[in-house]
């Protein structure tokens, strides 16, 4: 099956610095990629969805200041964590479709990114 | 009122039993319908698809009613691999894009 590469797996960094994840679809081209955050026992909630080539959309509530997304190309996003602070510790996912505007078409999930900001 | 609501849980049931969940959505529009499964600090993995016809695959039948605007999710005979959170991801369909939603997920404990 069509595999998403995440990485990295886990970072640990210092309070005011920025962090970047990668999300790569491996064997097809993603034209909508989407990146979740999940706290301890909770859901995973949507931040934005990516579209190659236009700015992301946002979900209400997400600063698009302090959480960058940049979908390049049919095959990689990134979200940068900018100026991380604790509360920004998380477990991010992103995950990767393939047909834009498909109707049954699954998604894949990255392996996640274990941020912690000390 | 949430987007996609489910039942926390957790079911404890022995192995061999039978559970359902159950999965609300409050989007009418709402295309797409999956299951997913997450183990514990792991990355969540497509169970299955739902198709508005219902659907069955080995010991997992899917069920859609757009009436009610709910998803069911039916295991038999539980194992103890079972136990994970299952969540129900639903699509609406925003600005052009169909986004994926999940539910707070739903919590299987399989008991020897």
């Known amino acids: 099956g069509a595999v998403v590469s995440q990485h990295p797996s886990r970072v640990i960094c210092k309070s005011g610095t920025s962090v970047k994840i990668e999300c790569r679809s491996l064997?097809?081209?993603?034209?909508?990629m989407f990146w979740y955050r999940q706290f301890p026992k909770k859901s995973l909630m949507l931040m934005a969805t990516s579209n190659e080539g236009s700015k992301a959309t946002y979900e209400q509530g997400v600063e698009k200041d302090k959480f960058l997304i940049n979908h390049a190309s049919l095959t990689l996003s990134t979200l940068t964590v900018t100026s991380a602070h604790p509360e920004d510790s998380s477990f991010y996912i992103c995950?990767?479709?393939?047909?834009?505007?498909?109707?049954?078409?699954?998604?894949?999930f990255g392996q996640g990114t274990r941020l912690t900001v000390v | 009122r949430k987007e996609v609501e489910q039942d926390p849980g957790p079911f404890n049931v022995p192995e061999g039993a039978t559970v359902a969940f159950n999965c609300t959505y409050s989007?009418?529009?709402?295309?797409?319908f999956f299951w997913y499964r997450q183990d514990c600090r792991k990355e969540p993995k497509l169970l299955m698809s739902v198709y508005s016809s219902g659907n069955e695959d080995g010991r997992f039948t899917a069920q859609l009613n757009r009436a009610s605007q709910y998803i069911s999710l039916l295991i038999r005979d539980s194992k103890l691999s079972d136990s994970a959170t299952y969540l129900c991801v639903v699509t609406p369909r925003s600005s052009g894009t169909y986004k994926y939603i999940f539910g707070t997920g739903t919590r299987l404990k399989v008991l020897a």
């Open positions: 989007n009418s529009a709402s295309q797409s």
């Open positions: 064997d097809f081209q993603a034209t909508t």
């Open positions: 995950s990767a479709r393939e047909s834009y505007r498909a109707e049954n078409t699954e998604a894949f």
